[in-house]
């Protein structure tokens, strides 16, 4: 993933790669996601197990879907690539992967929203997911509103300095919620041992937003499903390592951490 990010860097004009690598502050929050999954998370190998057959299907929200790596909402991904978008979701479809779109409320509709009406209320029929979520307060605020699911998620680091890491925030939140929705997690995945280890502390899917940007700016839709194909593989690997052949068999006992 380093060579990609590399590789980008040459591509892009100098304006439109600081846009995707902005980071507020002095990049502490961005730096931490990082540290987090380096040095405070450490996998436990299992050995003397059949994984000859290894299967990243899961289910979210009642449907099965071929892996539980998600692309994660960003935006002008034509200053990435001439393909913008298209490129993103073709890639995404080439590699059996979700993409969640993005968009502004600056681009739909202005009628009463979510916050506007009684707690519970549903605007639709579809699942409602909040975003941006890094607190046991906030998540209940969620459930509160009726939310079918939240991200966990400190929007890459680029809001504020100083701020948490998703990952640190993980587990607590998922026992908070203890099922009464789905969570998901976004921030500092560049890895498919960085997705492990989030599924290993709860979440349902991982959402990845930089790579995917870099991985079509160096190859547009062949680079962004090169970028999705090397997290699954990565993620196979290391669900070997750990004597796992499905994604419902991951959980914190493969981190030392929670192993006691």
Known sequence: ??????????????????????????????????????????????????????SLQTTIFGH???????IAPTAFHRLAHCDGEWGTAQGATNAESIYIYNWTLSTVSTHPRLDEH???????????????????????????????????????????????SAIECLKDIVEFVNGRCEVFVDGGIRTGTDVLKCLALGAKGVLVGRPILYGLTCGGHNGVEAVLNLLKQELMYDMASCGLTRIEQINERILYKYRQ
């Open 64 to 70: 099965i879907y071929n892996n539980p790596i998600i």
């Open 1 to 54: 993933m380093s060579a990609i990010l590399s590789k980008a860097k040459e591509i892009l004009l100098p304006h439109r790669f600081n846009y995707f690598h902005y980071q507020a502050g002095y990049g502490y929050t961005y730096q931490a996601s990082r540290e987090y999954f380096n040095r405070h998370l450490k996998i436990i190998p299992k050995v003397l197990t059949d994984v000859s057959e290894i």
């Open 118 to 164: 009684t707690p519970n209320a549903k605007l639709t029929k579809l699942p409602i997911v909040c975003k941006g979520i890094l607190s046991v307060d906030d998540a209940k605020l969620a459930l509160e509103y009726g939310a079918d699911g939240i991200v966990i998620s400190n929007h890459g680091g680029r809001q504020v300095d100083s701020g948490l």
